[in-house]
């Protein structure tokens, strides 16, 4: 199983991003798959999440500003931050379960990618 994201960068306040993930190693398009962000000292925490029907999920934080999408033919999944504010500073990870979004939220998953740094100026 391996996730390599990208796309991060410096940016402004109110600026965009999009971020990229691309998996292998699992039946991507029978997984719901989650973007994750990290900032040094904290729990990494779940910040959007798209079943395989295509349904999303948001942390509070980020709905209305974030978007989460997929493509299972390229087995990727992005995320279009707008309006991005300083606290959306953080490390940014993605990651999949064939389960439940429980788990997407709650397991400690072994394989991880290597990140992708957002940092948000004010």
């Known amino acids: 199983v391996q996730f390599v994201e990208s796309g991060g960068g410096l940016v402004q306040s109110g600026d965009s991003l999009r971020l990229s993930c691309t998996a292998s190693?699992?039946?991507?398009?029978?997984?719901?798959m989650g973007w994750y962000r990290q900032v040094p000292g904290k729990q990494r925490e779940l910040v959007a999440a798209?079943?395989?029907?295509?349904?999303?999920n948001y942390e509070d934080s980020v709905k209305g500003r974030f978007t989460i999408s997929r493509d299972n033919a390229q087995n990727t999944v992005d995320l279009q931050m707008d309006s991005l504010k300083v606290e959306d500073t953080a490390t940014y990870y993605c990651?999949?379960?064939?389960?439940?979004?429980?788990?997407?939220?709650?397991?400690?998953?072994?394989?991880w990618g290597q990140g992708t740094q957002v940092t948000v100026s004010s």
């Open positions: 990651n999949g379960d064939w389960r439940s979004l429980w788990y997407l939220k709650n397991h400690d998953y072994d394989s």
């Open positions: 798209i079943f395989n029907d295509g349904t999303t």
């Open positions: 190693g699992i039946r991507f398009s029978d997984y719901t």
